[in-house]
């Protein structure tokens, strides 16, 4: 069976994604600028990818985390632990509301915002059920 999660989205970053390229097309149709006409659509599709396919997939024992062009597999049955996180690190994350994934013997992580939290933890145990979750998952809101 196959869930997919999207990204939980902060509107402070769909002001960013969204208006970086008006403003940038905006400013180069005003000074004709014609490298800017080039790249500024460019970058709009890009920043649009990223917004609109920023998610989680469960496929078996597979988790597929991408954001726009960016894809990346994390075997489920190697996690070690979920907790929440706030942080600022580069993820393929649409929300500072973030959980933190520990997986693997090397202490690899990935950082990403399921916009159903609780429900996606739960995907994951019914996967791996020796995943640590920790007590602000367990018991908050998603």
Do not use: C
């Not at 649009?48 to 597929?64: E, N, Q, V």
């Not at 190697?78 to 933190?100: C, F, M, N, V």
């Amino acid at each position: 069976m196959v869930n997919y999660f999207p990204s939980k989205r902060d509107w402070w970053l769909g002001v960013i994604i969204w208006g970086l390229p008006i403003v940038m097309i905006f400013n180069a149709l005003i000074s004709v600028d014609v490298i800017g006409l080039i790249i500024s659509p460019i970058l709009s599709l890009f920043l649009m990818w990223i917004w609109f396919k920023t998610g989680y997939k469960i496929d078996g024992s597979t988790l597929y985390v991408q954001s726009g062009p960016i894809k990346r597999k994390i075997d489920i049955t190697k996690i070690q632990s979920l907790k929440k996180s706030h942080t600022l690190w580069a993820s393929p994350a649409l929300s500072l509301d973030r959980l933190e994934i520990l997986y693997e013997r090397d202490f690899r992580y990935a950082v990403i915002s399921p916009k159903h939290e609780r429900e996606f933890a739960q995907a994951l145990l019914e996967v791996n059920p020796n995943i640590k979750l920790d007590d602000k998952l367990k018991g908050g809101h998603s």
